[in-house]
């Protein structure tokens, strides 16, 4: 059964310390989408990749946050420095490259910044 | 530009009522892809259903349908016979006609089935 996974599932912090989430996309989706979860904004998307290539970003603060893939394998989504603001759910989601790709998301990322 | 819109916020019902969950969009693309996604209380986002815009035959699974009217614009998702565990934020979602491009959220309608 495949599934995305991502880590930490939780994580607090204080204000201006690093934080690096980390996403292991499903194995051929070549595909991977950072969405970030708040009450007020809904689901809203920071970044995303085709084969490891970053394509999008625009919904990215740049002055702090950077997404990068390393590899096929792995994506990562940093932020620094970390602003309470900055407290979501980070979900990681992965697809293949087609028209009708389906994503599918990781259990996410809930952060607390203090 | 494309948008979702889920004017619901909140539904309440007791179990084995059936419920039926709006969506609304609106996108310039002739060729397009709509989603349901469903968050139960645990966090992990669980996709549902996906449709694409040429195929306006409605679908059933399960207790769960789908009503896609293209003419009003409309992605329902009704439930039937609703049960405690349906209980969750759902989340309807678009997605243009190019490959490896994001999904437009609407904001979710939280369900609260109570037995």
């Known amino acids: 059964d495949a599934r995305v996974t991502q880590t930490p599932r939780h994580k607090v912090t204080e204000m201006g310390q690093e934080v690096t989430m980390r996403c292991q996309p499903i194995l051929g989706h070549n595909t991977v989408f950072w969405y970030r979860q708040t009450m007020m904004q809904g689901l809203e998307l920071l970044a995303y990749f085709r084969n490891r290539a970053p394509l999008d970003d625009s919904g990215m603060p740049k002055d702090r946050f950077s997404a990068e893939m390393p590899d096929a394998t792995l994506a990562t989504l940093k932020i620094q420095p970390s602003e309470p603001r900055d407290s979501a759910v980070y979900f990681c989601?992965?697809?293949?490259?087609?028209?009708?790709?389906?994503?599918?998301f990781g259990p996410g990322t809930r952060l607390t910044v203090l | 530009a494309q948008k979702v819109t889920q004017a619901q916020t909140e539904i309440s019902v007791v179990e084995k009522e059936d419920v039926t969950l709006d969506c609304v969009y609106e996108t310039r693309d002739t060729t397009y892809y709509l989603f349901w996604y469903k968050q139960p209380p645990s966090g992990e986002l669980v996709f549902l259903i996906r449709?694409?815009?040429?195929?306006?035959q409605n679908e059933i699974s399960g207790r769960y349908s789908w009503n896609f009217q293209k003419s009003t614009s409309s992605f329902n998702f009704t439930i039937t016979a609703s049960q405690v565990v349906d209980s969750a934020v759902y989340f309807c979602?678009?997605?243009?006609?190019?490959?490896?491009?994001?999904?437009?959220f609407g904001k979710g309608t939280t369900l609260s089935v109570s037995s």
């Open positions: 979602a678009l997605k243009e006609d190019q490959a490896g491009t994001a999904l437009i």
């Open positions: 449709r694409n815009s040429f195929d306006e």
């Open positions: 989601a992965s697809g293949p490259t087609v028209n009708t790709d389906t994503q599918y």
